[in-house]
């Protein structure tokens, strides 16, 4: 049997760690100590794309994990907590990114405290250098390692990551209380909430109930600032908002994205694709397409990623695969790119008047496609 070597037990390197299991050999290598080393205390939307490669591994396990909390929509308020628009998702399955990530690595080996650090061809197979100075050959190497993949530098490495103008954290509060914020309470419990706010700032609320917690992720069009500098220019902002108070509860101990700049590849600017169409070593993911998060299409797209990756090792057509890597992440790249500018750039009053005319163009359509589903 021929072997894989996927380098990072991420959500695209895991899952297709399942899709070839039993047809080839694979091993993942991972740069963390062990599957609890790294804690990442935020939850994630699976959209039907990615809910889709999931379902595909027969576990049923995972499917019980997955619709354990979905939320019924979207809702944009402005700092005032003034509703602008509320929307119905098709579907999303809101999941701990670190919970998911745990269940997939039941039934896949994977060598915990391995770091990648470079590969070279030797004989038709790719022999693998890692940090601690061992080494292993594989017939094929995958780069699943994320955003700043190693693997990535060693096959394209014209392909960079570039830091844009929005600086964001993330936190995890207590769930506000009724008392404390009745609006966003309710809301909360049904709903994706995004306040949009004035000099190009927002705040994503994210419930994680079920833990009595709250992901509270601002961010800003701004130059970089210091935490205390941060949080002040929140609070002058949402300062008559119920806001206000979830912002008292965030401190740097509390964190659970890092204060710092929205990351995006550089992919979009590519005419012409760069990853290679032959050989040996592939990319998928992050490590082929950073975004920025705005969209949610990150690790739904990793995982579309690892499902065409499996179909091209069942007849060996790698092609394909690479073309669709690079037109679905130029397309998400984009897309997660203009999203992340659209809530960053208007004032919000100008915001409120283009939701509210996107949410009598849209009424039409959602009325038609809930009559449909009924
Ligand atoms: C706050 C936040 C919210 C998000 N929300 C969403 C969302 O709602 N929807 C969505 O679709 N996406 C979301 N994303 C994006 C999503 O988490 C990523 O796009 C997705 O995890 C990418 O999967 P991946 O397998 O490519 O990489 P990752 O999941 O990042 O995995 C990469 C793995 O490689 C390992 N690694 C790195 N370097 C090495 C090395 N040298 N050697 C060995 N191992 C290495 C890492 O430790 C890691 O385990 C969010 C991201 C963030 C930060």
Avoid at 196 to 202: A, E
Avoid at 243 to 258: A, D, F, P, Q, R
Wanted: glycine residues 8%; neutral net charge; aromatic residues 10%.
């Amino acid at each position: 049997m021929e072997s894989v070597a996927i380098i990072g037990a991420g959500l695209s390197g895991l899952t297709l760690a399942h899709l070839l299991k039993g047809k080839y050999n694979v091993t993942v290598y991972e740069r963390d100590e062990s599957y609890s080393a790294r804690k990442q205390g935020y939850r994630i939307g699976i959209n039907s794309d990615g809910y889709q490669v999931l379902l595909s591994l027969k576990n049923e396990k995972l499917v019980d994990f997955l619709n354990q909390q979905k939320l019924v929509g979207f809702a944009m308020v402005d700092e005032t907590d003034k509703d602008l628009v509320r929307f119905e998702f098709g579907e999303s399955w809101i999941v701990s990114r670190w919970k998911l990530r745990n269940m997939l690595t039941e039934g896949v080996e994977i060598e915990w405290n391995k770091k990648f650090e470079s590969y070279k061809h030797e004989n038709n197979m790719v022999t693998i250098q890692f940090a601690d100075g061992g080494m292993v050959s594989a017939n094929y190497l995958i780069g699943a390692d994320g955003v700043n993949s190693q693997v990535r530098k060693q096959l394209a490495p014209e392909i960079a990551i570039q830091k844009l103008p929005y600086f964001q954290a993330g936190f995890i509060v207590p769930f506000p209380t009724k008392e404390q914020c009745p609006k966003y309470h309710d809301l909360l419990q049904t709903h994706l909430v995004r306040v949009l706010g004035p000099k190009g700032s927002t705040i994503l609320l994210l419930s994680m109930k079920d833990q009595g917690e709250l992901i509270v992720s601002p961010s800003v069009q701004s130059k970089e600032m210091d935490f205390d500098e941060f949080r002040g220019f929140f609070k002058e902002i949402y300062s008559s908002s119920e806001c206000l108070s979830i912002l008292g509860s965030i401190s740097l101990e509390n964190k659970g994205v890092e204060l710092g700049f929205l990351q995006n590849s550089n992919l979009a600017s590519f005419k012409a694709n760069p990853f290679p169409k032959q050989g040996n070593v592939f990319l998928m993911g992050d490590a082929a397409h950073a975004m920025t998060t705005h969209r949610g299409l990150g690790a739904n797209t990793a995982l579309q990623d690892a499902a065409d990756l499996a179909v091209a090792f069942a007849d060996k057509q790698f092609e394909r695969y690479v073309d669709i890597l690079f037109s679905r992440g130029v397309a998400a790249v984009k897309e997660s790119q203009a999203s992340t500018e659209q809530i960053h750039s208007f004032d919000a009053y100008k915001r409120a008047w283009f939701l509210k005319g996107l949410g009598v163009a849209l009424a039409p359509y959602m009325f038609f496609k809930n009559l449909l589903k009924k």
